[in-house]
């Protein structure tokens, strides 16, 4: 049985790999973007452009394109990374994560609850940052708060939606090798959808609510 499967942020990096990874397996894949790209139209998925999560007329304009989609699999991947310290405080980017990074995907499944199907599956992809005691070196202000954020509305969900069997899972995609870190991180977008796709796969609602490396690893909060 073919799933549908909505991805936010799919027209590149992390979210362009995941479509392909479900498209591959079969799977009939709605991806979302502000605008899409030549790589993603090449995909012969469901396109629809102009969803600017953080924004109301993004929202809606995912809402009226998925009024008739009952959703299997909820991929909340959309983020930005800005970097502040405590020497250059910029409240504005950290504003802009937090409405990103962390408000943006709970507002997406507020929107998107009464389309998840029994025994739907939502995957929000957040980072290892969001953990405060992995954090060692500081700084970051904006990104590691706001998916801190995003991992505290997680747990939220996961008691929210579990009388509907609903699963959540939180994930770190690891340190990949996309725009938002300069292509300097140590594994393919390919390499991290593929883990990401599985652990998806094999969500349930015992695996609910639990914060893990798509390398499998149970990360701390």
Not at 96 to 108: K, M, T, Y
Request: proline fraction near 1%.
């Amino acid at each position: 049985m073919n799933n549908n499967i909505v991805i936010t942020g799919a027209n590149r990096g992390i979210g362009l790999a995941m479509v392909k990874s479900f498209k591959a397996q079969g799977d009939n894949v709605f991806a979302l973007c502000r605008q899409t790209s030549d790589e993603l139209n090449a995909l012969r998925v469901n396109v629809i452009e102009q969803v600017d999560v953080a924004t109301e007329l993004g929202v809606k304009n995912m809402a009226k394109a998925l009024v008739n989609v009952s959703v299997d699999v909820l991929v909340c991947n959309a983020g930005i990374l800005r970097d502040e310290n405590l020497n250059n405080l910029n409240l504005d980017t950290i504003r802009e994560q937090f409405e990103v990074n962390a408000l943006a995907p709970l507002n997406i499944v507020a929107n998107l609850q009464k389309q998840l199907q029994q025994g739907a599956k939502i995957a929000l992809i957040t980072s290892r940052m969001g953990s405060i005691t992995d954090n060692s070196s500081g700084g970051r202000y904006g990104y590691r708060m706001s998916k801190a954020a995003l991992n505290a509305a997680a747990m939220s969900l996961t008691h929210d939606l579990a009388n509907k069997e609903v699963a959540v899972g939180i994930y770190h995609p690891g340190y990949v090798q996309t725009d938002m870190v300069n292509y300097a991180g140590d594994i393919s977008a390919s390499e991290s959808a593929l883990r990401l796709v599985k652990l998806i796969n094999q969500l349930n609602l015992n695996e609910s609510g639990v914060f893990r490396h798509s390398n499998g690893e149970v990360l701390p909060w």
